[in-house]
């Protein structure tokens, strides 16, 4: 157990608090004015996590807090430490619910992990979104190509998607011209390391075993996230020139290069989060044995 006196614990606390708000203050604001954000915006929208809980600050598992720790007593997964009444870490044996969950995420993450990078999809999922279709997911902003050059794109490159939560919006028109079929049944066993949507969802993963996993670790994995979505949405055939993206026009041979190349950086810093993510998860699966 590591112990954290209350000046070290507030100072990481106030550190969190800062990190996070760049991302969490235009959320606010925005909802305030009932505006919305397709880069920004998504990773609150898809993963049902509100902004209090990313700006909540806790340890992890194997911390206890020392000093003035009132706060955590309100959270239901923290118990005080029976040989010190000012100390209080999370309880790790209220995993045990969810045993479950955690083996099929350290299975996930142990495949992907293993499976070499494909980096041929070249972003075509949002394409395959809007293919042969009137309507278009996010109305509020015009399509820079025409429907024409979507339906080109798509059948001149082809449909590679190996991840089901992408998958299950293309059109009905585009499920059929993907190569493979992913349902939630096989999806650990073609989960790959070079999907966008696989290292987004590291930040949910992460968040599944909030308060054990540690804010630093989530914070990691949002930033992450952020960064592959931006790239989604830069190579989306939307126009989102006036919210500062440039688009990537994987719709030409050095678009493609282009995004391939920033995938792989990607799939880079996933790949490090990836492992030490199922690191920390492997822990507290041991722990609730």
Not at 234 to 245: E, K, S, V
Request: proline share 6%.
């Amino acid at each position: 157990m590591t112990v954290l006196l209350e000046g070290e614990w507030r100072g990481r606390q106030l550190a969190h608090a800062a990190r996070v708000q760049p991302w969490v203050t235009p959320r606010l604001e925005r909802k305030k004015l009932g505006l919305t954000h397709p880069v920004d915006d998504f990773l609150f929208d898809y993963y049902p996590y509100s902004v209090n809980k990313l700006t909540t600050w806790h340890p992890g598992y194997g911390v206890e807090l020392q000093g003035e720790v009132a706060e955590f007593d309100l959270h239901s997964a923290y118990r005080r430490l029976n040989n010190d009444a000012n100390g209080i870490s999370a309880d790790v044996s209220q995993l045990a619910t969810k045993a479950d969950r955690l083996d099929l995420v350290i299975r996930l993450l142990a495949g992907t992990s293993a499976r070499p990078a494909q980096l041929n999809c070249f972003g075509l999922h949002e394409w395959a979104m809007v293919y042969q279709t009137p309507d278009i997911r996010h109305a509020s902003f015009p399509l820079r190509v025409s429907d024409e050059v979507v339906t080109a794109t798509v059948d001149e490159i082809g449909l590679r998607c190996t991840h089901i939560d992408a998958y299950r919006f293309f059109t009905d028109a585009a499920k059929p011209l993907n190569i493979i079929e992913p349902t939630r049944e096989n999806q650990p066993d073609l989960e790959q390391p070079g999907c966008l949507h696989a290292n987004m969802d590291l930040y949910k993963y992460a968040m599944w075993f909030t308060p054990w996993i540690s804010s630093d670790l989530i914070a990691d994995c949002f930033e992450l996230a952020r960064s592959a979505r931006t790239l989604d949405m830069r190579a989306a055939p939307y126009d989102l020139i006036d919210l500062g993206y440039e688009p990537i026009r994987i719709e030409t041979p050095d678009g493609r290069r282009e995004y391939v190349d920033e995938q792989r950086a990607i799939a880079e810093r996933a790949q490090n989060l990836r492992i030490e993510l199922a690191s920390h998860l492997q822990v507290l699966r041991a722990a609730t044995r």
